[in-house]
């Protein structure tokens, strides 16, 4: 009897394999989670400088195509197809130099002249800590002096906390920091080691920049090759929204959280804030995080002011709500746009979930994450109805009691008023 091959054998097998391989990993991360961590953090280790290439080159791509850009326009005057095999090298390779430069021009401002100046403010923050605290001191007792009451309450909390607050210093605080300083001095070798990663990944993302249509290609070729055209077409056009969705929300938050940093030094300066550019690089920075960025950048630097003149403090605390409310209302949406297509309850959610697993990375990632993600599974759902052929308006279902079999349409939910 000769077999009939078809192709409901082969999706079985792929579905058995697929059930096995997941058991197995399964299984393996539960009794073996250790040595599985250790060989994906061997694996990272080993792929990290392919990986900080591919993440300098996505980040530079932008530049490059804004100089390949600019010199078509101001310099060619003619379109870029019209360019021989010759002049598009040609003209790659004085776009990538430029964005190099730039890039190192950037760089070494920020090493040269704005990291000197936070490394000084450190330094002098520690020299004078002690001042500051009696200035503290002092301005919290001329305010208690003339609330007796608020000053007797303060200082049953002083006398109540205080031996659990010098316990805890003793016993605590210097152990973990005098282990923080020997692990710091052990790093010595992880930061050279990360460096030499960075200089390798810089010169991956230079090869990265100059073949980028090509190694589009070799994707592109490879997803038609495995797949259907209609699974292929599909594959493609979701890496694109991923694209739109990580580029557009990351360069613009890096774009939107430069401008707060500029506008934060001319701010803190013009209004006598100290250490202007010391919390300048701290609100900046921490605005690439969407939502608790402004509050984790503000509330330190507002407690360093506080130590130091607490009417600056004010001053400094009036100006960051006015800052802030200048970002999220009128910067923000003017240079992020509806890039996330999120609620502000979901950027919430994606914030602290992806922040609990992975960190401050995780909240910086998270939301762009999420709102892929979110945006995958409403286009599954807004499918499956269709086939139903159900609406796929959120508005309708707001009020719905059922829906009838017999002719699909809805019932009203009772009012329970």
Known sequence: MKF?????????????????????????????????????????SICMPVLNGLVLAYLFIPILNFFEGLILKRLLHRKRQELSSKGKGLLRAASIILTLIMVFTVAYAFFSIILPQIFFSIRS???????????????????????PELEAQVGDIINKYTPELRA????????QINEAIKAVSGYAFGVLKAVWNLILGLIISVYLMASKERFVGQAKKTVYAALSIQHGNALIQDVRFIHRTFGGFISGKLLDSLII?????????????PYAILISVIVGVTNIIPFFGPYLGAIPSGLLILMIDPVQCLYF??????????DGNILGPKILGDSTGLSSFWVIFSITIFGGFLGIPGMVIGVPTF???????????????????LPTGTGEYVELEAIREEDLSFMEQKSTK
Do not use: H
């Open 317 to 326: 605390l009036l100006f960051i709500l006015i800052l802030q409310q200048f």
């Open 371 to 389: 709102a892929v993600l979110y945006a995958f599974l409403r286009r599954r759902v807004n499918r499956s109805l269709k086939k139903k052929e």
């Open 261 to 273: 940093g500029i506008l934060c030094f001319a701010g803190t300066t013009l209004i006598g804030t």
């Open 168 to 175: 805890w210093m003793n016993d605590s605080l210097i152990p």
């Open 4 to 44: 009939r091959w078809d192709k409901k054998y082969l999706y079985w097998g792929i579905t058995a394999v697929s059930v096995i391989t997941v058991s197995l990993f399964i299984i393996l991360l539960i009794f073996r989670g250790g040595a599985f961590r250790q060989a994906m953090a061997r694996a990272v």
């Open 125 to 147: 923050i520690a020299a004078q800590f002690p001042v500051y605290v009696n200035n503290l001191t002092s301005w919290l007792a001329k305010v208690l002096e003339d609330n």
